[in-house]
């Protein structure tokens, strides 16, 4: 067949089709970075999210600080943020207590909750919530101990809790899904840290097998089975988070670490334990912060352009990295994702703040479950025969270089095409 330029417009249109397939156009996109919060004077913030609001604890503590240190030297206060508005409140209560250094907050929607009158030396716990819309203010019926992590999710409340008078035991979960009327104390092997739950399931550290072979494990709050994410012969397992059926984690092959400071190499899971298929998210050749996850949406930092750590984002209906924002603070950030929402803290003119991005995703489905949305039917499949995470999407990054390919070999005799047309064009003339 003869190519003639009245066939241009048609060649010209096939490449641009096959390009955007090559390339295609992303649906996500990033607002600028925001400050809502700058804590005061040497203070530091801790902060939850969800459902468009965020709570803020802004806390002053000098552990270093002697024993005739007045109590007036130690102070916290307690905000709201609600992102739609971009309004900040101050929350004050007349029986309030100064929260102490280790006291864990959370929130659930419009409800936020906070712990005061926490002692080492006591089991006194009190833990207390307030809805923002209701005012209601409630005060928890918790079991004797000192709170360590608590986590809540509409009527689940998780508790990580130590120092029992009953026992000499490490960290316990208790779980409350009664909206705190009624807590269930689960006894585990080792010591357990950074609790999250979502609907029936509540993932967390554990360090049964030492404290530098730290693993990821999952329980069933209503058959009481717990289950191991990977094989800790092989490696570390820290920072786990829930969101649905999948459970991110870092991991790190070399169990020492933890003594080369920043100078690390750390990969960035994520498992599906409906299906016991595990994903590979980042692998950076570098320090991993704690990573978050909200439905599709994973968020962490690390340090891959040393020594500055950035923050970033991973959509899984994309399976796709997103750059966010370059962080300040020498040691990264721990950010948090709800919704189309992500919060961290940074260091700016040395105040420590609290700055967001929003998320704008065109293919994001908003379905009004509030923070970690969960299943409360699910395979509950433990995978702890596997000899490390493995990265399932091989299958996947083979059909779209193959795929790739295929446009490269079309969009080439497309050129060519061209190229023979312009070339017939000027012998013409």
């Given amino acids: 067949m003869r190519i003639t330029t ?8 096939l490449m641009l089709l096959l390009i955007s397939f090559a390339f295609p156009i992303s649906a996500l996109e990033l607002s ?39 109590q007036d030297d130690e102070w916290s206060k307690l905000y709201f943020y609600n992102i739609s ?35 080492y030396r006591s089991y ?26 608590l986590y809540v999710q509409d009527k689940t409340i998780s508790l990580l809790a130590t120092k029992f008078p009953d026992d000499i035991d490490g960290p316990n979960i208790c779980i409350s899904t009664d909206a705190g009327e009624n807590f ?68 790190d092959s070399d169990f020492y670490s933890y003594l080369k400071g920043l100078d690390v190499n750390q990969e960035l899971y994520v498992t599906d334990i409906s299906t016991d298929k595990t994903s590979l998210i980042a692998s950076p050749n570098a320090r991993i912060n704690v990573p978050a996850i909200d439905k599709d949406y994973i968020v962490w930092c690390d340090n891959r352009n040393k020594p500055i750590f950035k923050l970033y984002l991973y959509d899984l209906k994309e399976n796709k990295e997103y750059y966010v924002a370059d962080i300040n603070d020498e040691y990264g950030a721990a950010p948090l994702v709800s919704k189309n929402t992500i919060v961290w803290s940074d260091n700016v003119d040395n105040k420590n703040v609290l700055k967001i991005v929003t998320i704008h995703d065109e293919n994001y489905i908003d379905d009004g479950i509030s ?34 390919e295929a446009v490269f070999i079309i969009a080439a005799v497309c050129t060519a095409l061209f190229a023979k047309a312009l070339y017939q064009r000027r012998n013409d003339e």
């Fill in 85 to 119: 508005t971009d309004k900040l409140a101050e929350l004050t209560f007349d029986d309030m207590s100064n929260t102490k250094a280790n006291d864990p907050i959370a929130i659930s929607g419009n409800t936020v909750y906070w712990t005061v009158n926490s002692d």
């Fill in 124 to 149: 006194d716990t009190d833990i207390r919530s307030y809805d923002i819309v209701s005012k209601s203010y409630n005060r928890l019926s918790v079991p004797p101990s000192h709170p360590i992590e």
């Fill in 371 to 404: 923070g970690n949305s969960g299943t409360d039917d699910m395979d509950n499949t433990g995978n702890s025969e596997n000899s490390q995470p493995q990265n399932t999407n091989s299958d996947n990054a083979q059909s779209q270089t193959a795929s790739g």
């Fill in 6 to 13: 009245s066939h241009i417009p048609l060649i010209l249109s």
């Fill in 32 to 70: 600028e970075e925001k400050t809502i919060f700058v804590s005061d004077d040497a203070a530091s913030p801790r902060f939850v999210i969800d459902a468009g609001n965020i709570f803020i604890l802004d806390l002053y503590f000098d552990k270093y600080a002697n024993k005739n240190k007045k």
């Fill in 184 to 251: 269930k104390r689960y006894r585990l092997p080792g010591h357990q840290s950074g609790g999250k739950n979502s609907g029936n399931i509540v993932v967390f550290g554990d360090s049964r097998y030492g404290q530098m072979r730290k693993s990821v494990h999952y329980l069933n709050i209503d058959t009481g089975e717990s289950y191991q994410i990977g094989d800790e012969t092989k490696g570390v397992y820290t920072y786990p988070d829930i969101s649905g059926t999948n459970i991110v984690y870092r991991f």
